[in-house]
């Protein structure tokens, strides 16, 4: 089967080439009005609710193209063109995508509590509420093959039904063996209704259950599985949504599938088109509708290894739009006006003579890029990073005497006090053959004292805060 893509560009071509050279070849094209109304055919099953919108114009715009004048092909060659193009991009529409639950016609009362009871209460929130696993319905599965932990469908005939019990005295149990030639498998009820039990599970119907297989001594079971009693089931790719308490697997999906359909075309695609392309990514409404509802044809272990073609395009948008926002960030911190240092180099000279040790090149140079950012009148936006007693301290220092010499007060904030303290009886050692008043600042001290400080530092009285 083509890909919507394929058909889209199938559909197109002849439109571009009819207007081609202006129209030249438009009389040689024939019977576009047959040709369109098989593309719609094809287009019909494999579209969203809005692409079938457009279709239907189309349609309509195609009737009584091929008797019409050259004038009039011209005129509607123009429009179907465009009509075309605009199926590869939904109108986004972020007001429909924040709707409330409550607003949602699609849901019922009932769902709307279990949903919002789940945390979900958007549009959106539930459209990205995504399946976390994928079972093959496409075959069924011979028993002798089963695993356990493995969900499978199964169809065999009723061999025995009946009531088991646990233990003495306690609940009791219905249990449905079948078997289709291979080996027997299980079902397991604990809570059923035994009239409607009896009447259903007769020895000799055809059954499939479909469900997770567990394993006791030699017996295959499935507790509580899913029934059908059709002997020919649609082959499928079913989704496996996360439990909700008192809902049952299959409505879960049946309601999430009418969500996606109804709604997914909402979520546009914010990526620009050659970046698509570039990267082979999916338009993003057709990702998330396609992880709702797979296609026939759909890897089922890349779906469960989340590496399909549809995850790839969710896990590309969410690190593009992460990186965009870190970007725009960026952008938006650095054209804030900030300190134009003009350090003189008064402190920092005899500072660097009198230490006891020469700053390695790696100091040299993050102490050259900090000086940079603080001469420049951007903000500096900078992580210093490095092991014990690489030299982060020095380095802190020299800023700090950058600020200093542009008559500027700094603090230097530790995590702990000890540290604080630590660092100050340092700072005060290394500093003490220059005029740079420093203070200590934390929480030991007592209110009074910590009253005179700020009052000192509000009145420039000291040049650097440790604390």
Not at 53 to 70: C, E, M, P, Y
């Amino acid at each position: 089967m083509e890909s919507f893509e394929k058909l889209i560009e199938k559909l197109l071509r002849p439109f571009l080439l009819a207007k081609r050279n202006n129209y030249a070849a438009l009389e040689k094209i024939k019977f576009l009005e047959s040709f369109v109304s098989i593309m719609i055919e094809k287009l019909m099953p494999l579209s969203a609710p809005w692409q079938q919108t457009i279709l239907n114009q189309l349609r309509n715009i195609i009737k009584g193209f091929d008797t019409a004048s050259r004038l009039e092909k011209q005129n509607r060659v123009d429009q179907i063109i465009k009509l075309i193009k605009n199926l590869y991009q939904p109108p986004p529409c972020f007001e429909v995508l924040l709707t409330a639950i409550d607003n949602i016609p699609l849901l019922s009362t009932r769902w709307k509590k279990i949903f919002q009871k789940k945390g979900l209460f958007s549009l959106e929130d539930l459209l990205y509420f995504l399946p976390t696993r994928y079972v093959d319905h496409r075959h069924f599965r011979r028993i002798e093959e089963l695993k356990p932990e493995e969900t499978a469908i199964i169809q065999g005939k009723i061999i025995a039904s009946g009531i088991t019990p646990i233990k003495q005295g306690e609940r009791k149990l219905y249990k449905v063996v079948i078997s289709d030639g291979t080996g027997y498998l299980s079902g397991v009820w604990f809570n059923f209704k035994l009239k409607y039990m009896q009447k259903e599970f007769k020895p000799g119907r055809t059954v499939t259950f479909i469900g997770t297989i567990y394993q006791y001594g030699g017996e295959k079971i499935i507790y509580h599985p899913e029934v059908n009693w059709k002997k020919e089931i649609k082959p499928e790719i079913v989704p496996i949504y996360p439990e909700i308490d008192g809902v049952y697997p299959k409505e879960l999906r049946h309601i999430m599938q009418k969500i996606a359909l109804n709604y997914a075309s909402f979520l546009g695609c914010p990526l620009p088109e050659e970046i698509r392309k570039e990267y082979n990514l999916l338009p993003l409404w057709k990702a998330v509708l396609s992880l709702h509802t797979p296609e026939i044809n759909t890897s089922v272990s890349a779906l469960n290894r989340k590496t399909s073609p549809f995850h790839y395009t969710l896990k590309f948008l969410e690190f593009f739009l992460l990186e965009l926002g870190l970007a725009l960030k960026r952008k938006s911190f650095l054209e804030k006006k900030g300190i134009s240092f003009s350090p003189t180099g008064i402190y920092i000279e005899p500072f660097l003579k009198n230490l006891p040790f020469t700053l390695t090149k790696a100091q040299q140079r993050t102490f050259t890029e900090i000086k940079q950012d603080m001469i420049s009148p951007r903000p500096m936006h900078r992580l210093l990073q490095g092991d014990v007693g690489s030299g982060k301290t020095i380095i802190a220092l020299l800023a700090a005497l950058i600020a200093i010499e542009s008559n500027y007060q700094v603090a230097i904030m530790t995590p702990t006090e000890i540290l604080a303290e630590q660092h100050f009886l340092t700072t005060k050692k290394w500093f003490k053959d220059l005029p740079i008043k420093i203070t200590l600042l934390t929480s030991q001290l007592k209110l009074k004292e910590k009253q005179k400080i700020y009052d000192e530092i509000s009145n420039g009285n000291y040049h650097l805060v440790i604390g």
